[in-house]
């Protein structure tokens, strides 16, 4: 990876607890994170060496910042709850997936399932996603500098999914009240899923998603919008070729 | 005198039987599957077809009501730093706070708390009434993720990992709209009075490979301490066993076709899956193909009914059974007491299945705020607790009489058979002979 720019841990603290994945293994990592209390003065730390490994920095529930110099295997920042943690690399599936709260920031790409099941929070992939990403979003916020994937969103609850780039086949399958803003092109929607107006309330919130992530030159109207048609929302068997 | 000619009886169809016909009339009005909850009602083979022998000149009894017969278990040994341990080998299965009211899952914390065993959550995540009255609480992680978090997974005993269950192999959940209340709804984050569809698949996870990192996740998250189940419907269970372990499995829950549903589609519940007795013994083996047999401890459900159906599954080698449908009947479900209400509603006590249409008479499987006003938590609590008692009773009074000083000492060799088909599936010899189908190669 070429050097990244610091972090905000980084600006703020100008040191941080470094924590070597390659002297220390994964469960005295976590471990440590989690004996984190609030008003802890370790609010920063770095991790070194993650060489792919799974479940690096997940469960953390305090506002700490976790800088990951590397790419990361599975499951990444599962669960967050209010640490503000970014991958200097690539990560694997299921990054930030059930996240509750907090940020996560990936500089490369993320492999499949990012942000599953999230409920709050923003996750940033400033590369590609791939498939299913924001599968099952429950609230949390998304925001992929480049493209992602087929079926993503699917079966998205709650939450806003925007792309910069395009998406794949199958976008917002079965989606639920979940806003997918998607800039380039989408190859195809999926069951239940349609393009909706961009009225001034959704520029107001897509802008406020961009500025968030530090998106810069690129206008909340250049997007399209895409929803729930909530035909499937109560069984009805003339309905039954959709599914 | 004229021939008299004799009228033959109307006969009626074995195939095209009364159910049958109701049931093409029903769908060709309605245009819609039937849906309904419960588990199979088929006849299947089960655990009446098998007996135990007792003591004879060579076996020797305990004394009732005096020697000990243990029956207690610890749950999660393998790699949990807090395994759990129960005072009975009968658990409580997972039924959803939404599928079920916040009484009946607080009377179902409260009769496992008094009986010292676990409950569990369900697809809908984790309620106060249950975590509040459940000493030992199993908490569920289902392909839905409803409310699911980091907080309640870490006050949770044990958490079990749903891959499918008896009633519906490959099949997701479903919640109609008219089950979909405010409280419910914001559980779930889905609209109020829509028909909710649960995954069939985990969203971030396929496969034995990636089950192995989800669990190392769940592991990490709870710092190792509690213990991990995977629970699966009875489908192929000895490959089931055997990858659930190969992934990490502290526990291994196996869910005969005769498990019950909060609601699935007739055909479903009734042709996907096995008979909870056919599932026994292949699981048993994958374990003691490993050298895992007694250290990932197994637990099987569908259509547990009494002490007698308790001890013939620990005599197969399973750990501890679980039991949903006979619960919610110890807490009122389906009484008699209601008969006029459900002949209002087309049917009669004990065949209630109407389950995800929130008009449960007993007030258990709705979310009606009048209707579940009926279940009074602490009296159906403490039936639920008497039964959990007399079941236990039961299959004590049948160890001892097997000579056995452990509910877990029971064998297979203290069972035979009373059909082929019994005999076949348990691994135990045809009653009166010492034939076990398909050993020998005969």
Sequence with gaps: ?243 | MAYHNPPTTPRKSATFDDYTLSEIRRAAATGIYDIRGAGAKRKLPHFDDLLFLGASISRYPLEGYRERCDTSVVLGSRHAKKPIELKIPITIAGMSFGSLSGPAKEALGRGATIAGTSTTTGDGGMTEEERGHSKTLVYQYLPSRYGMNPRDLRRADAIEVVVGQGAKPGGGGMLLGQKISDRVAEMRTLPKGIDQRSASRHPDWTGPDDLEIKILELREITDWEKPIYVKVGGARPYYDTALAVKAGADVVVIDGMQGGTAATQEVFIENVGQPTLACIRPAVQALQDLGMHRKVQLIISGGIRNGADVAKALALGVDAVSIGTAALVALGDNDPRWEAEYNALGTTAGAYDDWHEGRDPAGITTQDPELMKRVDPIAAGRRLANYLKVMTLEAQTIARACGKNSLHNLEPEDLVALTIEAAAMAGVPLAGTNWIPGKNGF
């Design chain 1, 1 to 243: 990876m070429p050097a990244t720019p610091m972090s905000k841990a980084e600006r703020d603290q100008g040191h941080a607890r470094v924590f070597d994945l390659s002297q220390h293994s994964l469960r005295e990592l976590n471990e440590a994170l989690h004996k984190l209390t609030p008003g802890s003065n370790e609010t920063a730390w770095e991790v070194l060496n993650p060489k792919g490994s799974h479940s690096v920095a997940v469960g953390v529930d305090q506002p700490v910042s976790i800088d990951v110099r590397g790419s990361v295997g599975y499951y990444c920042a599962g669960m967050n709850d209010g640490a503000a943690i970014t991958v200097h690399g690539s990560a694997g599936p299921g990054v930030g997936e059930n996240m509750m709260s907090g940020s996560i920031v990936i500089k490369g790409d993320a492999s499949q399932y990012a942000g599953a099941t999230g409920r709050g929070g923003l996750l940033v992939i400033e590369g590609n996603a791939s498939s299913r990403c924001g599968i099952s979003m429950k609230g949390i916020d998304i925001v992929v500098h480049g493209n992602i994937g087929h079926m993503s969103a699917f079966m998205a609850q709650s939450g806003n999914l925007v792309v910069l780039g395009d998406a794949g086949d199958a976008l917002g399958d079965s989606i639920y009240e979940a806003r997918l803003f998607v800039r380039g092109k989408v190859e195809s929607l999926g069951a239940d899923c349609i393009a909706k107006e961009m009225r001034p309330e959704h520029i107001e919130l897509l802008q406020g998603l961009l500025d968030k992530a530090g998106v810069t030159g690129v206008k909340a109207s250049e997007f399209k919008r895409y929803g729930s048609a909530r035909k499937l929302y109560n069984f009805n068997i003339d309905n039954a070729d959709a599914y």
